[in-house]
């Protein structure tokens, strides 16, 4: 604790900034959380959702992994999905990935990165099967944040497919999932015209 004394230093003169500019604000967000989205975006450090579009604590419900997957034998993932989507009630699953993904890179060079290699392993299957795609692009710059989306796209379509997902629809829950993305360069958000409803428009997702 003594080396990362500045963290606490930080964080008490964060919540004091916040009950002078709203007294009660940890009192309200103490008694319940009723956030209308849930986001999974990847775990690198410069993707913080809830800056990126600024909302406050309570008000985005997040999961974060290595590359913002969405695997169907994630019992992590799909823990927070359930969570999300049955208690929580949210209208909103976003997937958001970001270019320059450093897993994605990984993926796309097959560089052997040991335990993660294996997770990766998924992102690889995209690389695989759009690979017709992918070689057309020369610039490696351009071929990585193009899988960054490519990545996006799948990752909506698996959750779209989860049971979490599809028991919503079925009980005619209003539930949207959304395909985003994020630039570092700039800050900006992208949403790639992946937005499906209900179960009927998963089809149309890679026409």
């Known amino acids: 604790m003594k080396n990362l004394r500045k963290l606490f230093d930080q964080n008490a003169e964060w919540a004091g900034k916040i009950r002078e500019e709203d007294p009660s604000f940890f009192e309200r967000l103490s008694k319940e959380q009723t956030p209308e989205y ?4 990847c775990s690198d450090s410069r993707v913080p959702g809830n800056q990126i579009v600024g909302l406050e604590p309570g008000e985005l419900f997040v999961h974060r992994n290595v590359a913002n997957l969405v695997i169907h034998t ?4 799909l823990s927070a999905m359930q969570f999300a989507v049955e208690i ?3 209208k909103h699953v976003i997937i958001c990935g970001h270019y320059g993904c450093g897993g994605v890179n990984a993926a796309l060079q097959n560089q052997d990165l040991g335990l993660i290699t294996n997770w990766l ?12 795609e992918l070689e057309k692009i020369t610039d490696d710059k351009a071929r990585c944040d193009r899988l960054c989306e490519l990545n996006v796209i799948q990752q909506v379509m698996n959750a779209g497919r989860t049971t979490v997902v599809q028991d919503a629809w079925k009980r005619g829950q209003e539930l949207t999932v959304h395909g985003w993305i994020y ?3 700039n800050g900006a958000l992208m949403d790639l015209g992946v937005c499906v409803r209900n179960a009927d428009e998963m089809q149309n997702i890679w026409k």
Do not use: A
């Not at 392993?121 to 017709?132: A, F, G, T």
């Open 74 to 77: 994630d019992l992590n993932c």
């Open 38 to 41: 849930l986001w999974i975006g």
């Open 121 to 132: 392993r998924h992102i690889q299957d995209i690389v695989y099967e759009k690979c017709d």
């Open 183 to 185: 630039s570092l360069r």
């Open 88 to 90: 929580l009630r949210v």
